[in-house]
C-alpha cells in the first residue's frame, strides 16, 4: 500500500485526528489527478504522490512570551516547509487558536499547488501558531511576534523560505516580525511578504487575494457563457482581508455583496454591505460585526446562535453568486443546497477549502461554476512573489502596474485550469483541472531533479 492510500485509509477507518483537514484536501486530490496517474507511468514509477504528501521538514517550536501583566505564557510555533521543487518555501503564517500541525498541512499542501498554478517560481510551505491575536494589546502581538521570530528566523530566508500573511497575521504582525528578523540577523531582506508599504510592501498586496478571486470569477464565467457580475447580487462571508477586498472589487465592477460574516455571525444588508464602515469595524477597531446593525438599522445581524444549522446565515440568502472568504469547512452540503435552491449559479473559493466536501460534490453535480480555492485565490500568494521581485531588484511597481498583471494571471490561471479539465474530459469541472494542472508541474520538477 502506497503511503498516499495508507493515509486515505486511516481517514476512512475513523481517524478524527489533528490530520483530518490534511486527508480532506488530500484525498480531493488524488481522486481529480487519478487519470493523469494512469494515463503516465513516470508518476508511479518515481513514486510522485508519495513523495509530495509527506512535507519537506515540519519544524516545531515554543514561544515565550510576557502579557501587559508580566505573566508568562507558552505558544507552540510551526513552519511546515511542503515542497520546493518550482522554487523556494512559500506560503502564509496563520495565528489562530485551532492552529495544529494537521491544519498547517493542509495548508501547507494546498499551497504547493495553488503557487504552482501561479507559474511564478515559488514552491509551498505554510506555518503559524495556536496564539490568539483577538483581544491582545498592540504590544502583546508586538512581544508574541519577536519571541516567534527569535526561533523562525533560523529556517527561513529570501531564497529559502518567504512567509507572508493568512488568518490573525496581518500588516501588523509582519511589520513585528520584520522588525524581529532584522534585529536578529542584520538583513534588511524581502523575507517576509505582505510588509507595509513603508518598508518594501507590495502595493495591492492587502487587496490581492480578494481581487483575484473576482477576476478569476469573471473569467470563469466568461468561459462558460453565464451572465457577468455587474448588477448582480452576491454573497461574502468572512471579514478579514480576503472578504473586504472581495467585497471592494465586487462593489467596483457594480455588483451588489449583500452579506458579511464573522466568527460569531451574518450582516445582512439588502441595500449593500457598506465598505467603509465594515472597514473601519474590523481594520481600524477590531470590533464585532454586531455592531454594524447600530449605524444601519435596517440591516439584519443574525448570530450563529440563532441560526438553526448553527451555520452561516449568508448561505440562506438568494443571490448570483457566492463568496465563501472566511475559514476552511464553513459552508455545508446544507448551505449548498440552499444556495442552489436559491439561484445560485456561482460559487467562488476566496478562502481555503471552505466548502465540504459534500457541498463541493453538489455544486459539481448541479453543473454551478465553482471556482476552487487553490486557483480562485492564487491573487494573494502571486502579488507576494511580486513583492519578492520588487525587494530584490530593490524598485517599487504602481498599483496599476501591479493590478494589471494581478488581472492577467489571475485570468491565465483560470484559462489553463478550464483548458485541463477539457483535456482530460472533465469539462466544466474546475477542482480537477486545477489538481491536474496544479500536480502536473510540480510532478514534472520532482522528476526531473532525481529524488
Ligand atoms: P483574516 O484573519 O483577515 O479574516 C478571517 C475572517 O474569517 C474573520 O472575519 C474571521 O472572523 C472569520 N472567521 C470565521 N470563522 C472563523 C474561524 N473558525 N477561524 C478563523 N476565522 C474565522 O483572514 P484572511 O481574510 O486573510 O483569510 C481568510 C481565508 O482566506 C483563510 O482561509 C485564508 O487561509 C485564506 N487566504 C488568505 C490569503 C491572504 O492573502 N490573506 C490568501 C489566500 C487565502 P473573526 O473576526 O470573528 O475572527
Ligand atoms: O493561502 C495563501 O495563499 C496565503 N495565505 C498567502 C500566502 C503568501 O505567501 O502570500
Redesign the pocket.
Known sequence: MSIAEAEIEKLENGDCNENKVFFQALEEVIHSIAPLLESDPKYTKFAVLDRLVVPDRVIKFKVTWFDDNQNVKVNTGYRVQFNNSLGPY???LRFHPSVNEGILKF?GFE?IL?NSLTGLPIGGAKGGSDFDPKGKSDFEVMKFCSAFMTELHKYIGPRID?????IGVGGREIGYLFGEYKKITLKYDGVL??KPFMFGGSLMRPEA?GYGAVYFTEKMLEIENKEALTGKICTVSGAGNVALHAIEKLQQIGAIPVTCTDSQGTVYDARGVDLALLKDLKLEKRASLAEYVKSHPQATYIPISEYPTGGHAAWNIPCYAAFPCATQNELTEIDAKNLIANGCISVTEGA?MPCTPEATELFLSQKICFAPAKAA??G??AV?EFEMSQNASMQKWSFEKVDKKLKIIMRQICTRVALTAKDYGVEGNYVDGANIAGFKKVADAMIAEGI
Open positions: 512559500k506560503g502564509g495548508l499551497q495553488k518567504i512567509p507572508a500573511g493568512d511578504t505582505g487575494t481555503n485565490n492564487a494573494g500568494v507576494s
